[in-house]
């Protein structure tokens, strides 16, 4: 097959959707061509490369001339560029975007590509934006809906619960598939991390962990405000935040001196792969707190589980797939007391928390991205080929 992919950002950039995309196409592209349409550009860094070939992919970057937010955008080559090949599969990921509707409409009605869509986040399914914001976004679900209804042969629900509001956006239930996202088998590995807890004095420490972007939707704010209540009857406990500040580190530094919780955190920034997993590895309880409506799936979840955390997450969507009582705890998004009452409960409760991270381990080793290009991914694009 050939296929082409549409992702807002991509490699070097790395966030969720980024990554989720890359495992998937460069697994692909063991068997398929795969292409990539993408940005050239975020918050300021251009990649001067505009065509590459990187593991076995061609990255098309289009160049951005204008973009406002996230969604508002005009990269000045994109639809000519994707016109210029021919698919046999054309895989948008994301929905929202004016430019992405242009060319699919264009690719349905000039072509015999098959579509298909994977929204990710679900931010415009979002209920917590502001008025003007809804009002714009009323309106727009007045162009994306028929779009989504006509123009796409299947779309991709990550979470299992996804379909309720992708219906409500056009896309025709009929047509959509379950793909959850993944994480590389490389996350499997074993790794030594005697000079990592030694370079951070983690030695005798109780370690909890979280791992994003330093955004204020993350919610890692909540994880401070909770730290009092649990370093007052564990005061060996040490947070581990990882993640390079998008903005918010001031304002989260702030919180942790009004609390007063100094010698109880440690921002490492952005980690490299290998202190990752030696950083979870360390760590006894994984931390998931994003705001509700931000998070389709949380990979970082994902790779908490395979290094043997127990985890306590936030009500999002992909927290509410990935974590049951077996497994971890859920707590409703700005309600601290709760969330330092289940961290407390697994420091104290050791055979719990022991069986949550087995149970986790076991659980994880489903969603590994290799397998899951496969199956299900291939496979429903062999369907939808193969529909007549």
Request: aromatic share 12%.
């Amino acid at each position: 097959m050939k296929i082409g992919f549409v992702v807002t950002y991509f490699y070097p950039f790395k966030d969720g959707t980024e990554n989720n995309c890359l495992y998937l196409a460069r697994e692909l592209a063991k068997k398929h061509e795969v292409h990539i349409f993408t940005s050239d550009r975020r918050e300021g860094v251009v990649v001067e490369n505009k065509e590459e070939e990187f593991q076995g992919l061609h990255i098309h970057r289009c160049r951005t001339i204008f973009r406002y937010r996230y969604y508002m955008v005009f990269d000045i080559d994109f639809i000519p560029k994707i016109m210029k090949y021919k698919f046999d599969i054309l895989h948008v990921h994301s929905i929202g975007f004016l430019q992405q509707d242009i060319a699919v409409v264009l690719k349905k009605i000039f072509t015999n590509t098959k579509i298909v869509n994977t929204p990710h986040g679900p931010f415009l399914a979002n209920e917590n934006y502001s008025i003007p914001i809804k009002i714009a976004r009323t309106i727009y679900k007045l162009i994306e809906y028929p779009i989504n209804h006509f123009f796409y042969d299947a779309s991709i629900d990550v979470n299992s619960t996804q379909k309720i509001w992708m219906v409500e956006y056009g896309f025709k239930e009929n047509k959509i598939k379950f793909n959850p996202d993944g994480v590389p088998k490389d996350r499997l590995r074993k790794i030594e991390n005697k000079e990592f807890i030694k370079k951070y004095n983690l030695k005798n420490k109780f370690v909890i962990s979280s791992l994003g972007r330093l955004l204020p939707y993350k919610g890692f704010d909540q994880i401070i405000k909770a730290l009092p209540s649990i370093t007052k009857k564990h005061p060996n406990v040490l947070y581990l935040c990882m993640g390079d500040d998008r903005g918010d580190l001031k304002r989260l530094k702030s919180l942790v001196k009004e609390n007063k919780v100094e010698k109880y955190i440690l921002f490492l920034g952005e980690v490299s792969e290998d202190d990752k997993l030696k950083a979870l590895d360390a760590s006894e309880i994984f931390l998931f707190p994003s705001e509700p409506g931000t998070e389709a799936f949380g990979i970082v979840t994902l790779e908490a589980m395979l290094r043997k955390n127990a985890v306590v997450a936030s009500n999002t969507e992909g927290s509410l797939f990935l974590i049951e009582k077996d497994n971890g705890f859920i707590f409703n998004y700005g309600n601290t007391e709760k969330l330092a009452e289940y961290v407390n409960l697994l420091i104290e409760n050791e055979k719990l928390r022991k069986s949550m991270q087995e149970t986790n381990y076991n659980k994880a080793k489903n969603y590994i991205n290799e397998n899951i290009a496969w199956d299900p991914l291939e496979k429903i694009y062999l369907e939808v080929l193969n529909k007549k």
